[in-house]
């Protein structure tokens, strides 16, 4: 099986929770893994290949280098616009006509060959809805105006099953680059926006269990995590600034890394700062959420009449 990883320095430590975790559960699997990669040095690259070919001798890793200096006019994602490699699989993995792609913030719990064995139809990309256009998209306004209905269904581009040689076919790099460049400031969430611009209508939905969405809110999960792939959406992550303090699923992180040795202090001291104050919005906006929960919850307990 075929997997792709797109990341830098600044998504290491949910790199390693990815990886260990996806060859832990996939003992028996002979997996092919591509690890698109920006900047980082050739002592993190032999690191990653060498803990992760421990845990699992049948698994192969393939480096492959990409840059983002060409994506400048594209509006990044935090500030990052490694988010956009993904869009290029088809070239950065000539060699190969199947993939799975997966973000570098998850944790996998189950086998992925069921996965990997799901007919696309047809189509290029197979992906897990996560519901109508009109609830759940950031850019709805956006989709909506170049002609999706309120009723289309958006999806999310963590977890991918590509067919890459119909994508080469189709020259739908290209479609996605015409895409961003003519509504580079409108896409809210990046490459996302533009795969469910273009496929939104014509995409094959994998299952449920295949992308859950675990956000720093979410109840913890820690004794019933079932069979899936969990992903850590939103931010703060776990494993950044305050996530042991911040997010309800810390401890299931810090859990799988105990269990699976991965290194307690991931990536430089630096590229930690820059994440942090990259994300710095999304730490306002969690805790502004939690004091008006609080004070509202507050107000609820003192109209309450006592019990007598």
Avoid at 117 to 134: D, F, K, Y
Avoid at 243 to 263: C, E, T, Y
Wanted: charged share 20%; with cysteine; proline share 5%.
């Amino acid at each position: 099986m075929n997997v792709a990883f797109c990341f830098d320095q600044f998504a290491l430590p949910g790199v390693y929770l990815s990886l260990y975790t996806l060859v832990e559960s996939n003992p028996e699997a002979t997996l092919n893994l591509f690890l698109i990669h920006e900047g980082l040095s050739r002592r993190v690259l032999e690191f990653l290949q060498k803990s992760v070919e421990e845990l699992s001798p049948n698994t192969k890793i393939i480096f492959r280098e990409f840059s983002t200096r060409g994506l400048s006019f594209a509006k990044s994602f935090h500030g990052n616009y490694m988010t956009y490699a993904r869009l290029f699989l088809a070239e950065l993995l000539p060699e190969i006509d199947r993939v799975i792609y997966l973000d570098s913030d998850l944790l996998v719990n189950c086998p992925i060959d069921k996965l990997w064995q799901i007919e696309l139809e047809g189509c290029v990309i197979g992906a897990v809805p996560i519901g109508r256009l009109e609830w759940v998209a950031l850019e709805r306004n956006f989709l909506l105006e170049i002609g999706l209905s309120k009723s289309a269904s958006y999806f999310s581009a963590g977890v991918l099953l590509l067919d890459l040689a119909a994508w080469r076919a189709s020259r739908t790099t290209k479609a996605c680059l015409d895409f961003l460049a003519a509504n580079s400031s409108r896409c809210q969430t990046a490459d996302q926006t533009v795969l469910n611009g273009l496929f939104s209508r014509h995409y094959v939905q994998i299952p449920d269990q295949f992308n859950i969405f675990i956000s720093p809110d979410t109840p913890s999960h820690m004794n019933d995590l079932p069979l899936g792939i969990f992903h850590f959406v939103a931010s703060p992550k776990p494993w950044d600034f305050l996530g042991k303090q911040l997010h309800k699923n810390w401890a299931l992180f810090d859990d799988a890394s105990r269990r699976m040795g991965i290194p307690r202090r991931v990536g430089e001291f630096l590229p930690r700062v820059v994440r942090t104050l990259r994300i710095s919005r999304s730490y306002s906006r969690l805790l502004h959420s939690r004091l008006t929960k609080k004070r509202t919850s507050n107000r609820v307990d003192r109209r309450r009449p006592n019990a007598s």
